[in-house]
């Protein structure tokens, strides 16, 4: 879709068109819908994360939780969102030795524990070397500190999620 159709759009066709940029998180793009027109992907990216800083800190860990585990049970079970589980195919989650896939149950369970809310990476940044590599280093994290650092990757897997999904 192009961005002047996106800002043409009723709420039901932007919501189509761009509420899966934030996974399972569609209110963030129905409440950017009301801050129409936009005069880039950009200014759309940082109007819905103006709607992501507004909301209460609780909104914002829904969104965290609303992430599946990376290379976790709903992966084995095909049950992702397509963007998910394109972005983990991407990284080469979904071709894990059994060495490697008993290695992120076990991180991902212990990063549950300690933050609440499940590991959250931009995929396509990485491979599952460096995702490793940063689930192990941020398990140190303070949660204040984990918080913001899984919603700039959020941030940052949304973005190229709409750049994906829309033209000039």
Not at 78 to 106: C, K
Not at 148 to 168: D, K, P, S, V, Y
Request: aromatic letters at 6%; charged letters at 25%.
């Amino acid at each position: 879709m192009t961005l002047d159709a996106l800002n043409r759009s009723d709420r039901a066709a932007f919501l189509a068109a761009v509420g899966f940029a934030f996974e399972d998180s569609p209110w963030i793009a129905e409440a950017a819908w009301e801050r129409r027109p936009f005069g880039s992907v950009a200014a759309l990216h940082a109007s819905m994360l103006n709607v992501l800083r507004e909301a209460p800190l609780e909104r914002r860990i829904a969104l965290i939780a609303a992430h599946p585990d990376l290379a976790g049970r709903v992966a084995r079970e095909g049950r992702l969102t397509p963007s998910s589980h394109e972005e983990q195919s991407a990284a080469g989650l979904d071709r894990l030795t059994p060495e490697e896939m008993s290695r992120f149950d076990a991180l991902n369970a212990a990063y549950r524990r300690h933050f609440g809310f499940p590991f959250v990476i931009c995929a396509r940044q990485h491979d599952k070397t460096s995702i490793l590599a940063a689930l192990e280093r941020r398990l140190a994290h303070e949660r204040t500190v984990e918080v913001e650092t899984a919603l700039a990757e959020i941030a940052e897997i949304a973005r190229l999620r709409l750049q994906g999904a829309l033209t000039a």
